[in-house]
Protein backbone atom coordinates (compact mmCIF):
# COMPACT_ATOMS: atom_id res chain seq x y z
CA UNK A 1 0.00 0.00 0.00
CA UNK A 2 0.84 3.35 -0.84
CA UNK A 3 0.03 6.44 0.49
CA UNK A 4 -0.31 9.66 -1.79
CA UNK A 5 -0.57 13.28 -0.68
CA UNK A 6 0.37 15.16 -4.09
CA UNK A 7 -2.34 16.21 -6.38
CA UNK A 8 -0.83 15.38 -9.44
CA UNK A 9 -1.53 11.39 -9.28
CA UNK A 10 -5.05 12.03 -10.14
CA UNK A 11 -5.66 14.30 -14.18
CA UNK A 12 -8.65 15.29 -15.15
CA UNK A 13 -9.27 15.82 -18.67
CA UNK A 14 -9.95 19.20 -20.33
CA UNK A 15 -12.69 19.24 -22.76
CA UNK A 16 -9.34 20.49 -25.31
CA UNK A 17 -8.10 17.04 -24.34
CA UNK A 18 -5.24 18.14 -21.86
CA UNK A 19 -4.42 16.29 -18.80
CA UNK A 20 -4.09 18.39 -16.06
CA UNK A 21 -4.33 17.96 -12.10
CA UNK A 22 -7.58 19.47 -10.79
CA UNK A 23 -5.52 23.09 -8.99
CA UNK A 24 -4.64 23.97 -12.66
CA UNK A 25 -7.63 23.53 -14.28
CA UNK A 26 -10.73 26.34 -14.87
CA UNK A 27 -14.54 25.99 -14.90
CA UNK A 28 -16.79 27.93 -17.16
CA UNK A 29 -20.48 28.54 -15.70
CA UNK A 30 -21.55 29.54 -18.72
CA UNK A 31 -20.39 26.63 -21.20
CA UNK A 32 -20.46 24.45 -17.79
CA UNK A 33 -16.85 22.97 -19.01
CA UNK A 34 -13.90 22.10 -17.88
CA UNK A 35 -11.05 24.41 -18.76
CA UNK A 36 -7.29 24.78 -19.04
CA UNK A 37 -4.21 26.94 -19.46
CA UNK A 38 -4.16 25.90 -23.19
CA UNK A 39 -7.05 26.09 -24.13
CA UNK A 40 -8.44 29.87 -22.88
CA UNK A 41 -7.46 32.74 -23.62
CA UNK A 42 -4.54 35.18 -21.75
CA UNK A 43 -4.66 38.64 -21.72
CA UNK A 44 -2.60 41.54 -19.67
CA UNK A 45 -4.72 43.52 -17.38
CA UNK A 46 -2.08 46.05 -15.85
CA UNK A 47 1.79 46.15 -14.83
CA UNK A 48 3.51 46.40 -12.22
CA UNK A 49 6.68 46.22 -10.40
CA UNK A 50 6.78 43.37 -8.22
CA UNK A 51 9.09 45.06 -5.81
CA UNK A 52 7.99 48.90 -5.54
CA UNK A 53 4.34 47.96 -6.53
CA UNK A 54 4.26 51.02 -8.93
CA UNK A 55 1.22 50.17 -11.60
CA UNK A 56 1.50 51.43 -15.11
CA UNK A 57 -0.30 51.68 -18.23
CA UNK A 58 0.69 48.87 -21.17
CA UNK A 59 1.92 52.08 -23.16
CA UNK A 60 4.17 53.00 -20.48
CA UNK A 61 5.53 49.66 -19.97
CA UNK A 62 6.13 49.80 -23.49
CA UNK A 63 8.04 52.96 -23.70
CA UNK A 64 10.38 51.70 -20.47
CA UNK A 65 10.56 48.24 -22.09
CA UNK A 66 9.06 46.48 -19.47
CA UNK A 67 11.15 47.35 -16.85
CA UNK A 68 10.86 49.42 -13.46
CA UNK A 69 12.74 52.54 -13.85
CA UNK A 70 13.41 52.28 -9.77
CA UNK A 71 13.93 49.07 -9.01
CA UNK A 72 17.58 46.63 -9.91
CA UNK A 73 18.21 42.81 -9.96
CA UNK A 74 21.49 41.89 -9.18
CA UNK A 75 23.81 40.96 -12.34
CA UNK A 76 25.48 38.46 -10.41
CA UNK A 77 22.56 36.12 -8.59
CA UNK A 78 19.39 38.33 -9.82
CA UNK A 79 18.11 38.79 -6.06
CA UNK A 80 16.20 42.21 -5.96
CA UNK A 81 19.15 44.63 -5.04
CA UNK A 82 18.52 47.20 -1.80
CA UNK A 83 20.06 50.08 -1.46
CA UNK A 84 22.58 50.91 0.87
CA UNK A 85 23.80 54.29 2.58
CA UNK A 86 27.11 55.37 3.50
CA UNK A 87 28.58 58.59 4.99
CA UNK A 88 30.87 59.93 2.69
CA UNK A 89 33.80 62.78 3.15
CA UNK A 90 33.21 65.20 0.05
CA UNK A 91 35.69 65.42 -2.15
CA UNK A 92 35.40 66.74 -5.37
CA UNK A 93 37.76 64.74 -7.38
CA UNK A 94 35.07 61.90 -6.39
CA UNK A 95 32.22 63.64 -7.60
CA UNK A 96 31.18 61.53 -10.58
CA UNK A 97 29.00 63.61 -12.75
CA UNK A 98 30.67 66.94 -11.34
CA UNK A 99 27.82 68.62 -10.98
CA UNK A 100 28.09 69.28 -7.17
CA UNK A 101 30.80 71.39 -7.10
CA UNK A 102 28.98 73.98 -4.79
CA UNK A 103 29.48 71.72 -1.67
CA UNK A 104 32.52 72.61 -0.50
CA UNK A 105 32.28 72.51 3.19
CA UNK A 106 33.66 69.25 5.00
CA UNK A 107 30.13 67.80 6.23
CA UNK A 108 29.84 63.72 5.34
CA UNK A 109 27.63 63.39 3.04
CA UNK A 110 25.37 60.68 2.63
CA UNK A 111 25.90 58.54 -0.57
CA UNK A 112 24.04 55.31 -1.82
CA UNK A 113 25.12 52.22 -3.76
CA UNK A 114 23.19 49.04 -4.65
CA UNK A 115 24.12 45.76 -2.54
CA UNK A 116 22.52 42.17 -2.88
CA UNK A 117 21.66 40.71 0.31
CA UNK A 118 22.26 37.18 -1.09
CA UNK A 119 24.88 36.80 -2.96
CA UNK A 120 26.87 40.71 -1.65
CA UNK A 121 27.48 42.09 -5.17
CA UNK A 122 27.22 45.75 -5.13
CA UNK A 123 27.52 48.19 -7.53
CA UNK A 124 31.15 49.61 -6.31
CA UNK A 125 32.22 45.93 -7.38
CA UNK A 126 32.55 47.29 -11.34
CA UNK A 127 33.01 50.50 -10.61
CA UNK A 128 29.92 52.55 -10.64
CA UNK A 129 29.72 55.81 -9.06
CA UNK A 130 27.76 55.80 -5.57
CA UNK A 131 24.95 58.12 -6.25
CA UNK A 132 23.62 61.64 -3.75
CA UNK A 133 19.95 60.42 -3.96
CA UNK A 134 18.83 57.17 -2.71
CA UNK A 135 16.83 56.55 -5.93
CA UNK A 136 16.97 56.41 -10.11
CA UNK A 137 20.04 58.34 -11.05
CA UNK A 138 22.02 55.43 -12.01
CA UNK A 139 24.13 55.38 -14.87
CA UNK A 140 22.95 53.75 -17.81
CA UNK A 141 24.57 51.59 -20.53
CA UNK A 142 23.26 52.73 -23.89
CA UNK A 143 23.12 49.00 -26.32
CA UNK A 144 25.80 49.82 -28.95
CA UNK A 145 23.18 48.47 -31.54
CA UNK A 146 20.73 50.58 -30.95
CA UNK A 147 20.69 52.67 -33.74
CA UNK A 148 20.63 48.94 -35.94
CA UNK A 149 17.84 47.67 -33.81
CA UNK A 150 15.50 50.64 -34.30
CA UNK A 151 15.85 50.47 -38.03
CA UNK A 152 14.83 47.12 -37.76
CA UNK A 153 12.36 47.72 -35.57
CA UNK A 154 10.76 50.11 -38.31
CA UNK A 155 11.19 47.78 -40.93
CA UNK A 156 9.25 45.39 -39.52
CA UNK A 157 6.84 47.58 -38.28
CA UNK A 158 6.72 48.65 -42.05
CA UNK A 159 6.00 45.41 -43.41
CA UNK A 160 3.69 44.78 -40.56
CA UNK A 161 1.69 47.81 -41.57
CA UNK A 162 1.52 46.95 -45.56
CA UNK A 163 -0.07 43.65 -45.02
CA UNK A 164 -2.57 44.48 -42.91
CA UNK A 165 -3.56 47.29 -45.57
CA UNK A 166 -3.35 44.85 -48.23
CA UNK A 167 -5.71 42.26 -46.00
CA UNK A 168 -8.12 45.76 -45.46
CA UNK A 169 -8.30 45.90 -49.21
CA UNK A 170 -9.02 42.53 -50.06
CA UNK A 171 -11.94 42.74 -47.21
CA UNK A 172 -13.19 45.39 -48.70
CA UNK A 173 -13.28 44.55 -52.23
CA UNK A 174 -14.38 40.79 -50.98
CA UNK A 175 -17.35 43.06 -49.40
CA UNK A 176 -18.23 44.80 -52.35
CA UNK A 177 -18.70 42.24 -54.89
CA UNK A 178 -20.80 40.60 -52.51
CA UNK A 179 -23.15 43.46 -51.94
CA UNK A 180 -24.98 42.10 -49.20
CA UNK A 181 -23.17 42.88 -46.14
CA UNK A 182 -22.39 46.64 -45.01
CA UNK A 183 -19.27 48.23 -46.37
CA UNK A 184 -17.56 50.37 -44.11
CA UNK A 185 -16.84 53.15 -46.07
CA UNK A 186 -20.24 53.17 -48.08
CA UNK A 187 -22.67 52.50 -45.71
CA UNK A 188 -22.27 53.70 -41.66
CA UNK A 189 -20.18 56.80 -43.05
CA UNK A 190 -17.02 55.58 -41.81
CA UNK A 191 -14.25 56.66 -43.71
CA UNK A 192 -11.29 54.58 -44.72
CA UNK A 193 -8.98 56.98 -42.27
CA UNK A 194 -11.57 56.24 -39.52
CA UNK A 195 -11.73 52.55 -40.44
CA UNK A 196 -7.47 52.37 -40.47
CA UNK A 197 -7.68 54.17 -37.19
CA UNK A 198 -9.89 51.64 -35.39
CA UNK A 199 -7.93 48.60 -36.75
CA UNK A 200 -5.00 50.71 -35.06
CA UNK A 201 -3.21 51.57 -38.95
CA UNK A 202 -1.65 54.58 -39.74
CA UNK A 203 -3.12 57.18 -41.47
CA UNK A 204 -1.53 56.71 -44.55
CA UNK A 205 1.29 54.41 -45.88
CA UNK A 206 3.56 56.69 -47.52
CA UNK A 207 5.69 56.52 -44.00
CA UNK A 208 5.67 52.83 -44.33
CA UNK A 209 6.96 52.66 -47.74
CA UNK A 210 9.78 54.70 -47.32
CA UNK A 211 10.95 52.43 -44.53
CA UNK A 212 10.83 49.88 -46.77
CA UNK A 213 12.60 50.94 -49.59
CA UNK A 214 15.22 53.08 -47.17
CA UNK A 215 16.37 49.88 -45.12
CA UNK A 216 19.70 48.21 -45.79
CA UNK A 217 19.39 44.55 -45.20
CA UNK A 218 22.61 42.90 -43.46
CA UNK A 219 25.76 41.31 -45.17
CA UNK A 220 26.50 38.18 -44.46
CA UNK A 221 30.44 38.31 -44.70
CA UNK A 222 32.85 35.25 -45.14
CA UNK A 223 35.75 37.10 -43.20
CA UNK A 224 35.39 36.94 -39.92
CA UNK A 225 37.94 37.77 -36.69
CA UNK A 226 40.37 35.38 -35.99
CA UNK A 227 40.65 34.19 -32.03
CA UNK A 228 43.42 35.59 -30.20
CA UNK A 229 46.56 33.48 -30.58
CA UNK A 230 46.22 31.87 -26.54
CA UNK A 231 42.48 31.23 -26.63
CA UNK A 232 43.60 27.83 -25.41
CA UNK A 233 46.63 28.07 -23.78
CA UNK A 234 45.43 31.08 -21.37
CA UNK A 235 44.48 29.85 -17.93
CA UNK A 236 40.94 30.39 -17.54
CA UNK A 237 39.92 31.95 -14.12
CA UNK A 238 36.50 30.95 -13.22
CA UNK A 239 35.98 34.02 -10.66
CA UNK A 240 36.49 36.51 -13.62
CA UNK A 241 34.21 35.09 -16.34
CA UNK A 242 30.85 35.32 -16.14
CA UNK A 243 28.26 32.32 -16.06
CA UNK A 244 25.87 31.72 -19.07
CA UNK A 245 22.76 33.25 -17.41
CA UNK A 246 24.66 36.28 -15.96
CA UNK A 247 25.54 37.02 -19.69
CA UNK A 248 22.13 36.04 -21.28
CA UNK A 249 20.08 38.59 -18.80
CA UNK A 250 21.37 41.35 -20.44
CA UNK A 251 21.41 40.09 -24.06
CA UNK A 252 22.75 44.03 -25.10
CA UNK A 253 26.08 43.81 -23.51
CA UNK A 254 26.66 39.80 -22.52
CA UNK A 255 29.66 40.23 -20.43
CA UNK A 256 32.07 37.87 -20.94
CA UNK A 257 33.43 39.24 -17.64
CA UNK A 258 32.30 39.85 -13.63
CA UNK A 259 33.78 43.34 -13.86
CA UNK A 260 31.60 44.08 -17.05
CA UNK A 261 28.31 43.07 -14.61
CA UNK A 262 25.73 46.13 -14.82
CA UNK A 263 22.65 46.26 -12.81
CA UNK A 264 19.58 45.02 -14.15
CA UNK A 265 16.59 46.82 -14.53
CA UNK A 266 13.91 45.20 -12.56
CA UNK A 267 11.39 43.59 -14.92
CA UNK A 268 7.70 44.30 -14.92
CA UNK A 269 5.14 41.87 -13.80
CA UNK A 270 1.99 41.51 -15.07
CA UNK A 271 -1.54 40.71 -13.58
CA UNK A 272 -3.75 38.63 -15.94
CA UNK A 273 -7.37 37.60 -16.53
CA UNK A 274 -7.97 34.59 -18.09
CA UNK A 275 -11.15 34.87 -20.87
CA UNK A 276 -12.85 30.98 -21.69
CA UNK A 277 -12.47 31.33 -26.13
CA UNK A 278 -15.78 29.58 -26.69
CA UNK A 279 -17.95 32.21 -24.97
CA UNK A 280 -15.80 35.02 -23.96
CA UNK A 281 -16.95 35.11 -20.43
CA UNK A 282 -14.25 35.79 -17.86
CA UNK A 283 -12.42 32.76 -15.99
CA UNK A 284 -10.54 34.96 -13.75
CA UNK A 285 -10.18 38.34 -13.18
CA UNK A 286 -7.78 39.70 -10.56
CA UNK A 287 -7.95 43.33 -8.31
CA UNK A 288 -6.44 45.67 -10.27
CA UNK A 289 -4.86 47.32 -7.10
CA UNK A 290 -1.01 45.53 -7.88
CA UNK A 291 -0.73 44.64 -3.71
CA UNK A 292 -3.76 42.66 -3.88
CA UNK A 293 -3.65 39.26 -4.13
CA UNK A 294 -7.71 38.74 -4.24
CA UNK A 295 -9.58 38.09 -7.56
CA UNK A 296 -12.75 39.64 -8.76
CA UNK A 297 -13.53 36.68 -10.80
CA UNK A 298 -12.34 33.46 -10.01
CA UNK A 299 -13.54 30.36 -11.60
CA UNK A 300 -11.60 27.91 -10.61
CA UNK A 301 -12.57 24.06 -11.10
CA UNK A 302 -11.31 23.48 -7.71
CA UNK A 303 -14.73 25.06 -6.29
CA UNK A 304 -17.00 23.67 -9.13
CA UNK A 305 -15.69 20.03 -10.03
CA UNK A 306 -15.57 17.28 -7.25
CA UNK A 307 -11.95 16.39 -6.36
CA UNK A 308 -10.84 13.00 -6.34
CA UNK A 309 -7.88 12.05 -4.66
CA UNK A 310 -6.16 8.58 -3.86
CA UNK A 311 -6.06 7.47 -0.26
CA UNK A 312 -4.18 4.32 -1.13
CA UNK A 313 -3.99 1.51 -3.22
CA UNK A 314 -2.71 -1.96 -3.91
CA UNK A 315 0.31 -3.16 -5.97
CA UNK A 316 -1.83 -3.36 -9.37
CA UNK A 317 -1.01 -7.07 -10.30
CA UNK A 318 -1.53 -8.26 -14.22
CA UNK A 319 -4.65 -10.27 -14.02
CA UNK A 320 -5.57 -9.50 -10.37
CA UNK A 321 -7.99 -7.23 -8.69
CA UNK A 322 -6.31 -4.57 -6.22
CA UNK A 323 -7.90 -2.91 -3.88
CA UNK A 324 -8.30 1.40 -4.62
CA UNK A 325 -9.53 3.70 -1.98
CA UNK A 326 -10.27 7.28 -3.08
CA UNK A 327 -11.70 10.07 -1.35
CA UNK A 328 -14.46 12.43 -3.50
CA UNK A 329 -15.41 16.11 -2.30
CA UNK A 330 -17.84 18.13 -2.98
CA UNK A 331 -16.62 22.02 -3.23
CA UNK A 332 -20.13 23.22 -4.19
CA UNK A 333 -22.40 25.13 -2.22
CA UNK A 334 -25.24 22.84 -2.92
CA UNK A 335 -25.97 18.63 -2.85
CA UNK A 336 -24.44 16.56 -5.38
CA UNK A 337 -25.64 13.47 -7.03
CA UNK A 338 -22.96 11.27 -8.06
CA UNK A 339 -22.21 8.28 -10.11
CA UNK A 340 -18.97 6.64 -11.15
CA UNK A 341 -18.78 5.60 -14.59
CA UNK A 342 -16.53 4.11 -17.26
CA UNK A 343 -14.96 6.81 -19.50
CA UNK A 344 -16.42 4.78 -22.71
CA UNK A 345 -20.02 5.35 -21.43
CA UNK A 346 -19.88 9.62 -21.24
CA UNK A 347 -21.83 11.01 -23.85
CA UNK A 348 -19.98 12.58 -26.39
CA UNK A 349 -19.75 16.78 -26.21
CA UNK A 350 -19.36 18.98 -29.30
CA UNK A 351 -17.76 22.79 -29.11
CA UNK A 352 -20.82 24.45 -30.54
CA UNK A 353 -19.75 26.84 -33.24
CA UNK A 354 -21.01 30.09 -33.07
CA UNK A 355 -23.20 32.26 -35.38
CA UNK A 356 -21.58 34.45 -37.19
CA UNK A 357 -23.05 37.81 -36.99
CA UNK A 358 -23.13 40.95 -38.68
CA UNK A 359 -20.91 42.37 -36.10
CA UNK A 360 -18.46 39.51 -36.42
CA UNK A 361 -18.16 40.01 -40.33
CA UNK A 362 -17.28 43.70 -39.58
CA UNK A 363 -14.87 42.92 -37.08
CA UNK A 364 -13.31 40.31 -39.43
CA UNK A 365 -13.07 42.94 -42.01
CA UNK A 366 -11.06 44.97 -39.33
CA UNK A 367 -8.74 42.37 -38.61
CA UNK A 368 -10.02 42.00 -35.37
CA UNK A 369 -11.70 38.77 -35.15
CA UNK A 370 -10.65 36.72 -32.54
CA UNK A 371 -8.13 33.58 -33.20
CA UNK A 372 -9.73 30.28 -33.48
CA UNK A 373 -7.00 27.92 -34.45
CA UNK A 374 -6.36 26.87 -31.59
CA UNK A 375 -9.69 24.66 -32.65
CA UNK A 376 -7.23 22.48 -34.84
CA UNK A 377 -4.85 21.51 -31.75
CA UNK A 378 -8.08 20.26 -30.04
CA UNK A 379 -7.61 16.36 -29.31
CA UNK A 380 -9.13 13.80 -27.52
CA UNK A 381 -7.40 12.48 -24.50
CA UNK A 382 -5.74 8.77 -25.10
CA UNK A 383 -6.97 7.36 -21.58
CA UNK A 384 -7.15 3.29 -22.83
CA UNK A 385 -5.29 1.43 -20.07
CA UNK A 386 -4.79 -2.20 -19.37
CA UNK A 387 -6.56 -1.40 -15.73
CA UNK A 388 -10.33 -0.79 -15.07
CA UNK A 389 -12.07 0.88 -12.31
CA UNK A 390 -14.94 -1.34 -11.12
CA UNK A 391 -17.76 0.88 -11.02
CA UNK A 392 -21.00 0.41 -8.99
CA UNK A 393 -23.98 1.05 -9.98
CA UNK A 394 -25.14 3.37 -6.97
CA UNK A 395 -25.58 6.80 -7.10
CA UNK A 396 -23.54 8.36 -4.20
CA UNK A 397 -25.19 11.63 -2.68
CA UNK A 398 -22.20 14.28 -1.50
CA UNK A 399 -23.53 16.80 0.85
CA UNK A 400 -22.61 20.40 0.40
CA UNK A 401 -19.93 22.35 1.30
CA UNK A 402 -20.04 23.41 5.13
CA UNK A 403 -17.07 25.33 6.22
CA UNK A 404 -18.08 25.01 10.07
CA UNK A 405 -18.00 20.95 9.52
CA UNK A 406 -13.96 21.14 9.22
CA UNK A 407 -14.02 21.67 13.05
CA UNK A 408 -16.19 18.13 13.58
CA UNK A 409 -13.86 15.61 14.48
CA UNK A 410 -16.35 12.47 14.13
CA UNK A 411 -16.59 11.11 10.83
CA UNK A 412 -19.49 8.80 9.81
CA UNK A 413 -18.32 4.84 9.34
CA UNK A 414 -20.76 3.44 6.74
CA UNK A 415 -21.44 -0.50 6.81
CA UNK A 416 -22.01 -0.24 3.12
CA UNK A 417 -19.97 -2.11 0.84
CA UNK A 418 -18.42 0.87 -1.02
CA UNK A 419 -18.58 3.40 1.29
CA UNK A 420 -15.39 3.51 3.75
CA UNK A 421 -16.38 6.75 5.47
CA UNK A 422 -18.56 10.05 5.20
CA UNK A 423 -18.07 13.10 7.09
CA UNK A 424 -19.65 16.42 5.83
CA UNK A 425 -18.73 17.05 2.09
CA UNK A 426 -16.63 13.88 1.84
CA UNK A 427 -16.89 11.06 0.91
CA UNK A 428 -14.39 7.82 0.87
CA UNK A 429 -14.86 5.13 -1.46
CA UNK A 430 -13.27 1.13 -1.29
CA UNK A 431 -13.28 0.14 -4.85
CA UNK A 432 -11.09 -2.27 -6.83
CA UNK A 433 -9.02 -1.96 -9.81
CA UNK A 434 -9.37 -5.09 -12.50
CA UNK A 435 -6.05 -5.24 -14.27
CA UNK A 436 -5.70 -7.04 -17.57
CA UNK A 437 -3.58 -9.96 -17.23
CA UNK A 438 -1.96 -8.96 -20.51
CA UNK A 439 -0.04 -6.11 -18.89
CA UNK A 440 3.52 -6.00 -18.78
CA UNK A 441 5.26 -5.33 -15.21
CA UNK A 442 7.07 -2.12 -14.94
CA UNK A 443 4.58 -0.19 -17.57
CA UNK A 444 2.72 2.53 -15.74
CA UNK A 445 -0.76 1.56 -13.91
CA UNK A 446 -2.80 4.18 -14.90
CA UNK A 447 -6.63 3.51 -14.62
CA UNK A 448 -9.57 5.94 -16.21
CA UNK A 449 -12.61 7.11 -14.42
CA UNK A 450 -15.34 8.88 -15.47
CA UNK A 451 -17.98 10.85 -13.24
CA UNK A 452 -21.25 12.02 -13.54
CA UNK A 453 -22.26 14.87 -11.26
CA UNK A 454 -25.22 17.13 -10.92
CA UNK A 455 -24.37 20.59 -11.11
CA UNK A 456 -26.38 23.58 -9.70
CA UNK A 457 -25.69 26.47 -11.79
CA UNK A 458 -25.67 29.84 -10.19
CA UNK A 459 -25.32 32.33 -12.88
CA UNK A 460 -28.27 34.31 -13.25
CA UNK A 461 -29.93 33.04 -16.27
CA UNK A 462 -30.84 35.83 -19.04
CA UNK A 463 -33.75 33.51 -19.78
CA UNK A 464 -35.32 31.16 -17.61
CA UNK A 465 -33.71 28.35 -17.76
CA UNK A 466 -32.99 25.12 -15.66
CA UNK A 467 -30.11 25.48 -13.23
CA UNK A 468 -29.84 21.76 -12.74
CA UNK A 469 -27.09 20.07 -15.03
CA UNK A 470 -25.69 16.88 -15.49
CA UNK A 471 -22.21 17.27 -15.89
CA UNK A 472 -19.18 14.94 -16.60
CA UNK A 473 -15.71 14.94 -16.13
CA UNK A 474 -12.86 11.99 -16.65
CA UNK A 475 -10.00 11.53 -15.19
CA UNK A 476 -7.06 9.22 -15.11
CA UNK A 477 -5.52 7.75 -11.81
CA UNK A 478 -1.57 7.52 -11.60
CA UNK A 479 -1.28 3.79 -10.00
CA UNK A 480 2.39 3.11 -9.90
CA UNK A 481 3.70 0.89 -11.48
CA UNK A 482 2.41 -2.68 -12.67
CA UNK A 483 4.04 -5.20 -10.02
ZN1 LIG B 1 -7.95 22.72 -22.12
ZN1 LIG C 1 10.14 48.98 -9.04
ZN1 LIG D 1 23.36 38.82 -5.85
ZN1 LIG E 1 -17.26 29.53 -21.67
Redesign the pocket.
Known amino acids: MAYLTQPDYVKYVCSCGQLKPITSLYFCRHCLKIRCGFCICHEVDSHHCANCLENMPSSEARLKKNRCSSCFD??????T?STRATMAQQRQAQDPAGGDAKVENKQPKKMYYLS??????TSRDVGIPDQSVASGGWPERTNPFLSRYNQLLDYYKAIAQQEKQEKLERERKKFAIRGKYITLTDKTGLTGAMARNIAGLPSSESGSSAAIANFTPSQASEEVEELPDDIYTKEVNLKQITSMPQRLAAPEWQPALVARLHPLAKLLSIKRSQRCRACDHNLTKPEYNPGSIKFKIELLAYYHVPEVKIISYETIKPGEKSALLLKLTNPTAHEMQLRLLQPADVPPVEEKEEPRSIEKSLEKSLNLEKDTSYRSIYRTADVSSSCVVVTPATTLTLAQRDDAAEYDDDSQHDTSDIILWRKSNKLALRLEVQTDSAAQSGAPARAALALEYSYRNTVPPAAPAPNHHTLYATLVLDLGTVG
Open positions: CPSCFHLCFNCRW
